[in-house]
């Protein structure tokens, strides 16, 4: 064991011998040289915070920044009870807007923000829109819902005996049939590029329970839905499909219809292209043929390679799916970069941000259905 005493005497070996006093000198010299320089580097990275620290605190926009007490903390906020809650004044951007192109605002469509959203659920508000002649105004009390024609008991409803039947409530995604829209998406946002689909919950009386209530007689092959808006928009429907899993639709995401989603009522066809889901619905007839209406003639067809057109397109044939986040011009989110060595690295982590689907859109069980966002 080496003593105190032993430590200032010269090692075997070095007795003698220059070069090895040397080596030690020189070793010894740059322990100490490397400590200053480290304690030196210490004083200046904390000088260096305690500088920002002071300019943060002095600067008028860094106020509420910590060490300091942000001013919400010192006074009361706004009252309670709201009669209506309504989103941040901070969070004013997150709209939706018109397609891009479009100047006329009535037989338009407007997109959902996704880049700015978060999970599975569109807000009622941000849902996207598209109508053909602007969005009706009905007052629920005057508004029926008649089933009629090859059946042995036509039937009225009004909204309020409808809420009163059984309810299921479902998670489904609607797309417009003319999302994306494939222009090249280079400098846009994912709203830009394929902002005509959203998704919710959706409340209501399954389209069978009503059918069966009325007996559809066995010639009856189709069910032909009107809507009451302006246009009177009107599809055919197969009945074998009514008869599975489409919805007649009170409210969405908990609360009643918005009016641009069809309030009061309005049809929901899981996995059919959006027009299919008829919206200010008034009207089901029963028959044994498609009625070939003017959206299913001159609009809502596809044309074949060959000329001719398709008589109908009724699925949505394609899951979609897109990197809303980050959007176009947007930085990486700061909490990506303490998981990549470099800059770079953070950067490409932040590209696999979220990630948005459609994936199952033909739906489940109830209030598991249809839902797909990944956080990569």
Request: charged letters at 20%; a positive charge.
């Amino acid at each position: 064991m080496a003593t105190q005493d032993d430590q200032s005497k010269p090692l075997r070996g070095d007795v003698g011998n220059g070069e090895n006093s040397r080596r030690r000198f020189l070793t010894k010299g740059t322990v100490v040289a490397t400590s200053l320089a480290t304690m030196g580097l210490a004083e200046r990275a904390l000088a260096q915070t305690t500088a920002a620290s002071e300019a943060a605190v002095a600067s008028p926009k860094s106020k509420n920044l910590p060490p300091n007490v942000p001013e919400w903390e010192k006074a009361l906020g706004s009252p309670t009870a709201s009669p209506y809650g309504t989103p941040s004044k901070f969070e004013a951007d997150v709209i939706r807007k018109l397609y891009p192109g479009l100047t006329e605002p009535m037989s338009a469509f407007s997109t959902s923000p996704l880049q700015d959203l978060d999970g599975i659920i569109t807000p009622n508000g941000l849902f996207y829109e598209r109508h053909h002649a602007g969005v009706p105004q009905i007052d629920p009390a005057q508004h029926r819902l008649m089933i009629h024609g090859l059946v042995k008991r036509p039937l009225i409803f009004q909204v309020d005996e409808l809420r009163q039947l059984p309810s299921e409530s479902h998670i489904y995604f609607l797309e417009c049939s003319g999302n994306p829209n494939f222009r090249p998406p280079y400098g846009k946002t994912a709203a830009d590029v394929a902002g005509l689909v959203s998704c919710a919950e959706w409340t209501g009386v399954p389209l069978k329970a009503l059918l069966k209530q009325a007996g559809v007689e066995t010639a009856a092959k189709w069910v032909i839905a009107e809507g009451a808006d302006g246009a009177s928009m009107t599809r055919s429907i197969p009945l074998q499909k009514c008869l599975d899993d489409v919805l007649v639709v009170y409210s969405q995401n908990g609360e009643r219809l918005r009016p641009e989603q069809g309030y009061p009522l309005r049809l929901i066809v899981p996995g059919f292209e959006g027009n299919m889901n008829v919206k200010w619905l008034r009207r089901l007839h029963v028959t044994d043929k498609p009625v070939h209406s003017r959206e299913e003639t001159g609009r809502y067809t596809d044309l074949m390679p060959d000329g001719r057109s398709r008589e109908f397109t009724f699925m949505r044939n394609a899951n979609r799916s897109l990197l809303a986040l980050p959007a176009h011009s947007a930085s990486p989110p700061k909490a990506c970069t303490k998981f990549g060595a470099s800059p770079g690295a953070a950067v490409e982590r932040s590209k696999r941000w979220t990630f948005r689907s459609t994936a199952a859109i033909r739906g489940g069980p109830p209030r598991s259905s249809s839902r797909c966002s990944t956080r990569l």
